[in-house]
């Protein structure tokens, strides 16, 4: 009786965003949102780290432009996403070296704004079994040089990773932010929503145990049109739109969120072939405020930082302020 009486336990949650584009210049209708949120941090992505087949090495890509004025105020957290197979041909005694580069690269482009004090950087890296050892080393490298800075490292971390850490492994972080989405089978033609797909997810979710890191959410803000092509999935058109596509003679609808191309056209800068498909993918409310529901149940840390993906025009005309508060604040009940 004594049990039933007890009120459900609140943890504290805070919201932030990601933010995706080359340059860092908010618009006023971006800080307004992030000023009606009550946000305080930023995960600006500074660079890309790629292969470069001509060089045979790792090369810096889509290097961040700061405009200072457009978020005074906030804190920056760097952010480097790495690509996989970057991993999959660094030799183990390059290791040491790119670490050391992206931590010199991630301070270099900081010095555009000379008030920026950087508390933490994060890196973004889908690693798999093979490319594991040499992430996780490089990872334990640029930790190293943080620490020596005053600065912590976070890392992004997969549902499926974080629901098999002794399989996949844990990185050498001081924590990690669970990316949930991008989640169903993106390349099937079938798949209802890959951004956001709560069944595709529930078996990783059943049985989740506490991760070995303090962990952040991430939660998706984004839409795309997902291209097919005789069968097969060729590309992702960013923020498209259903009404860019029911207005055109030359897309005919298949069935919700989905087209046929029917004369060639360019789209978005793409061209496009008669018989080539698109299935459109979005998230909304409601389907977040459902991943949020069961989302609740796991064990997160005390406080919860959850980071939405990302900050754009699209998440400032297709989510209202009250929505978004009301989606992190539901996380705060167990």
């Known amino acids: 009786m004594l049990l039933s009486c007890q009120q459900p336990r609140e943890r504290v949650t805070t919201p932030a965003f990601y933010h995706w584009q080359t340059r ?45 004025e457009s978020y005074s105020g906030l804190e920056l957290a760097p952010t480097v996403f790495l690509t996989n197979r970057t991993l999959e041909r660094l030799s183990g005694a390059e290791v040491p070296g790119l670490a050391g580069k992206i931590h010199d690269k991630i301070f270099s482009l900081a010095a555009q704004d000379s008030s920026l004090h950087i508390r933490e950087v994060q890196m973004d890296c889908d690693w798999t079994a093979t ?24 890392a992004t971390i997969r549902l499926h990773q974080a629901r098999f850490p002794a399989r996949t492994g844990v990185p050498p972080a001081d924590r990690g932010i669970l990316m949930f989405y991008n989640i169903g089978q993106l390349q099937q033609w079938e798949e209802p929503n890959s951004i956001l797909n709560l069944e595709a997810a529930e078996p990783y979710l059943k049985g989740y145990e506490p991760y070995p890191l303090p962990l ?69 409310p409601e389907q977040l405020f459902a991943a949020a ?42």
């Open 24 to 68: 860092l210049e908010l618009s006023p209708q971006e800080q307004s949102l992030v000023k009606e949120l009550g946000v305080q941090r930023l995960y600006v992505k500074f660079f890309d780290v790629d292969w470069d087949p001509e060089l045979q090495a790792p090369v810096p890509l889509a290097q961040v432009e700061l405009a200072p």
């Open 131 to 154: 490319t594991r050892e040499a992430y996780f080393e490089l990872l334990g490298r640029l930790r190293g040089m943080l620490r020596e800075r005053g600065v912590s490292l976070s």
């Open 216 to 284: 952040g959410l991430a939660l998706p803000l984004f839409r795309w049109g997902v291209l097919f092509r005789d069968g097969e999935m060729i590309k992702l058109i960013n923020n498209l739109t259903e009404e860019r596509l029911a207005e055109s003679p030359k897309f005919q609808a298949l069935g919700p969120a989905r087209y046929e191309v029917l004369e060639g056209t360019f789209l978005e800068g793409h061209y496009l072939y008669p018989g080539d498909r698109i299935r459109l993918e979005a998230v909304a």
């Open 293 to 334: 529901e069961r989302l609740r149940e796991l064990p997160w840390p005390d406080t919860l930082e959850v980071v939405f993906y990302h900050l754009d025009g699209v998440a400032v005309s297709q989510y209202a302020p009250e929505v978004l508060d009301s989606l992190y604040k539901q996380l705060a009940r167990e």
